[in-house]
């Protein structure tokens, strides 16, 4: 009977590190993502977008596929100019990550929540959503 209690605690702890693990690399993911957003470099943006990823803009009604995005970087770059973004996590599960991110412009500052779904390293998914126009509640 204790062989298998033991057997049992120990394919949870497993499970349980491969989930903290799974999840850690989805943090590193999205810092990647932010940093990448910052300087508007294109290359890793693209390395960290899967080739079918469906980016959803819910505040203005617009979904972009890989290409799309990429092909608005250019006129992100403009806007991101003396930027900064904060972010953080508020929640990780199952492949999906919500971030809190206030994105602080020059001439105004905007929170957004946005989630992120990660399989394999990549983001698959991604949805931003307004929820406020100065960043105070960050």
Not at 3 to 8: V, Y
Not at 68 to 95: C, M, P, Y
Request: aromatic fraction near 8%.
């Amino acid at each position: 009977m204790d062989r298998i209690w033991w057997k049992f605690l120990l394919a949870a702890a497993l499970l349980l590190s491969a989930i903290v693990h799974a999840s850690a690399d989805d943090s590193a993911i999205i810092d990647r993502w932010y940093s990448a957003l910052l300087v508007a470099d294109r290359t890793e943006l693209s390395d960290l977008l899967a080739d079918d990823v469906r980016m959803k803009l819910d505040d203005v009604g617009v979904v972009q596929d890989k290409q799309e995005f990429l092909e608005s970087i250019d006129e992100w770059q403009g806007a991101v100019a003396g930027a900064t973004i904060r972010h953080r996590i508020e929640k990780s599960e199952n492949g999906e990550t919500t971030v809190l991110a206030c994105y602080d412009f020059p001439e105004n500052d905007t929170l957004m929540r946005e989630t992120f779904t990660v399989v394999g390293g990549r983001i698959t998914a991604s949805t931003q959503t307004a929820i406020a126009q100065d960043c105070s509640d960050y």
